[in-house]
């Protein structure tokens, strides 16, 4: 069965402190891993994207890792900010096999709070 | 230029009435998806658009859901005979095309509360 899942559930940090996400699939086959970021009341939006032959790829403070072989990534998170609080969802991408459709299957997401 | 829209962003129904979940995709994207993202738990994949057409239903919980998409935009997703386990927030999703690597951008959501 594909599953994503994803630890710690929820985490509180202070601001200015790191901190790192996992994320755990066993989507097959494998197309690509995304992060995104979900705050309070909106939708999720792409923090980034990796495919099989990537193993790491930032974006400004955020820092995602990725082991095809493990089946594992994480993303870093550098310098915390206050704006930084919010879910954070694991998101991996296999492809439907006969309808060719990209297909995403979620993980939990884990919820961030950063402290003052 | 502007993102997805959906509508309401929140609503409040009584069990047992039909509902009407509103997705404004952004311009030019021929895929949709719609989801499910209930309290503690991850997004629900429910039913995708290719233009008009709904290749994949498979995520449709149940017959009291059903969605269409007219003119290869606007997407709406109905809930007959609402039940409390109903109530999520639904998220619509569109993408440029549906291979693999396109983003999906995601609208803002509607709160559907069953009461």
């Known amino acids: 069965k594909n599953q994503v899942e994803q630890s710690p559930q929820s985490l509180i940090i202070l601001e200015g402190k790191n901190c790192t996400l996992q994320c755990n699939y066993t989507v097959s086959p494998f197309s690509n891993l995304r992060w995104y970021k979900q705050d309070t009341g909106r939708g999720p939006v792409s923090l980034t994207i990796?495919?099989?032959?990537?193993n790491t790829k930032s974006n400004g403070r955020y820092t995602a890792t990725l082991d095809a072989d493990t089946k594992q990534s994480s993303l870093h998170i550098t310098a915390s900010q206050l704006s930084d609080s919010a879910s954070y969802i694991c998101?991996?991408?296999?492809?439907?096999?006969?309808?060719?459709?990209?297909?995403?299957?979620f993980g939990q997401g884990t919820r961030l709070t950063i402290n003052p | 230029g502007a993102g997805v829209s959906q509508s309401p962003s929140n609503k409040v129904t009584e069990k047992g009435k039909d509902v009407e979940l509103r997705c404004d995709p952004i311009?030019?994207?021929?895929?949709l998806y719609w989801y499910r993202q209930s309290l503690g738990q991850g997004l629900e994949f429910l039913i995708y658009f290719q233009g008009n057409s709904a290749p994949d239903k498979s995520g449709l919980p149940s017959d009291r859901f059903s969605a269409e998409r007219t003119g290869g935009s606007v997407s709406t997703l109905t809930i007959q005979r609402t039940q409390q386990e109903d109530s999520a927030v639904y998220l619509c999703?569109?993408?440029?095309?549906?291979?693999?690597?396109?983003?999906?951008?995601f609208g803002p959501g509607t709160r559907l509360t069953v009461t």
């Open positions: 311009s030019g994207h021929t895929a």
């Open positions: 999703a569109s993408s440029l095309n549906r291979g693999r690597g396109y983003e999906q951008y």
């Open positions: 998101v991996v991408s296999g492809v439907d096999e006969i309808q060719g459709a990209q297909k995403l299957v």
């Open positions: 990796m495919t099989f032959s990537e």
